[in-house]
């Protein structure tokens, strides 16, 4: 028995596509914009909590507010992952 290869490669390409659409799916449960900001407001606390003290209360309160956000984001993250 002779193979067609117009099968062989129409099948290959629906699990190539099949595979890549998994693959999407699978990057869009990760959240990359949410996960972008959570990195980028940790890199951001880390920077407040280097700079020197001296600002008024104003450091500390801008350290509380992303650390409140990291929270929210993280949050968020979790919601949407359970629903």
Known sequence: MR???WKLTTI???LGL???QLTHT???DRQPHM???????????NQLVA????KG????????LVTSAIAE???GIKFDNTH
């Open 26 to 28: 699978a990057e869009a």
């Open 35 to 45: 996960r972008v900001a959570l990195a980028t407001l940790k890199k951001a606390k």
């Open 51 to 54: 700079a020197t003290p001296d």
């Open 57 to 64: 209360g104003h450091r500390v309160k801008a350290i509380e």
């Open 3 to 5: 193979t067609n290869p």
């Open 12 to 14: 290959a390409l629906l």
């Open 73 to 75: 984001v993280e949050a």
């Open 18 to 20: 099949a595979a890549s």
